[in-house]
């Protein structure tokens, strides 16, 4: 049995090295497993596109998660039916956005303040990332910390020497937090978002709560700022940052008679966000009327609520997802 910490640096070195080849061998997950595998918990395998993925299944719950963005494709509690939302023509490909789960927009939201040429939403969601820590809690529970694999041309892109990770929890309900450093000397604008798409019965015919009386921009109005009147519902396309927002949002799905809590730490803004028929069509990525079975309610630091990272600090955002019945 090689030393863990051997074993360590030779799996970051083979899986960052094969991995910017586009190649993973089975060698490359059977290290994997080796150093941050949990019996009968957490284990890594080649996924679809042949990407490397972290699947949990503990005794309450099972997920999954790309290592490619860190992007967690799945969270399904034991009992419960899935709750995040992934298009059955998501193209799982290097270097390529998923169209579903929880992408992360990282180190903005949205488009470029200035460089239209830099990927919307920065480019973490679709960069590799490496595994730094697992954990099997006391309570049950499954954790993996992941971090952003810098390469150079992220440096460019991000433009400001940064450190990023991702701490996921699986239990009953799916914890999130993403943890940014400036390692810079000067400070650095922070926006970022966790874009997670949520599993529905049908978007017309649930709601959101939470998000009563908050100021929005109106993305498909010229982000008009406008102000929500009562719970949002959904019946052409919407496309929203709710700004000055509340720590707790509620998805209410009727048709799956569940609510989807939504608790946030270190976020004011929210984004909700349905294609409707039109956009879906021309994103071309959604499936068959896939548009009907997601909703986007996004835990952000975007718009007024960009944080001013100083030199040195860290930043944590993160959220909670749980399932309730509907009362
Ligand atoms: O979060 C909503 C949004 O900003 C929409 O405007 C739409 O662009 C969506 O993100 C999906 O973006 P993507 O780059 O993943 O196609």
């Not at 299944?57 to 992934?86: D, R, T, V, Y």
């Amino acid at each position: 049995m090689i030393d863990k910490k051997v074993a360590l640096t030779m799996a970051q070195t083979i899986y960052s090295g094969l991995r910017l080849s586009g190649e993973i061998m089975m060698g490359d997950i059977s290290m994997l497993n080796e150093t941050w595998g949990i019996e009968g918990s957490l284990s890594f395998k080649l996924g679809k596109g042949n990407m490397p993925v972290i699947e949990i299944n503990n005794g309450l719950a099972q997920a999954s998660i790309a290592l490619q963005g860190a992007h967690i494709l799945s969270f399904q509690p034991k009992g419960e039916s899935e709750l995040i939302w992934m298009s059955e023509d998501a193209t799982f490909a290097a270097g390529k956005s998923l169209r579903g789960g929880v992408p992360i927009c990282w180190p903005w939201f949205g488009a470029h303040a200035s460089d239209s040429s830099l990927p919307g939403h920065g480019p973490a969601r679709t960069v590799d990332w490496k595994p730094i820590a697992s954990k099997s809690l006391a309570d049950g529970r499954t954790s993996i910390s992941l971090e952003m694999q810098q390469s150079d041309q992220v440096k460019a892109i991000c433009g400001h020497p940064l450190q990023v990770q991702l701490h996921i929890t699986v239990g009953k309900g799916l914890d999130i937090a993403l943890e940014t450093k400036n390692l810079g000397d000067t400070p650095f604008a922070l926006g970022q978002a966790l874009h997670t798409y949520f599993q529905v019965s049908d978007v017309r015919k649930v709601s959101v709560e939470g998000l009563e009386g908050c100021e929005y921009l109106d993305k498909v109005d010229g982000f008009a700022r406008k102000k929500q009147d009562g719970t949002v519902t959904i019946s052409q396309e919407t496309d929203r940052v709710y700004v000055n927002t509340g720590n707790h949002m509620r998805i209410v799905d009727t048709g799956l008679k569940r609510c989807i809590v939504i608790s946030n730490k270190g976020s004011a803004s929210a984004i909700v966000w349905n294609p409707w028929v039109e956009t879906a069509e021309k994103m071309g990525d959604l499936g068959q009327d896939g548009y009907l079975n997601m909703l986007c309610v996004e835990t952000a630091n975007a718009a007024d609520d960009v944080i001013e990272l100083a030199a040195g600090d860290t930043y944590v955002m993160s959220t909670e997802y749980r399932i309730e019945g509907i009362i």
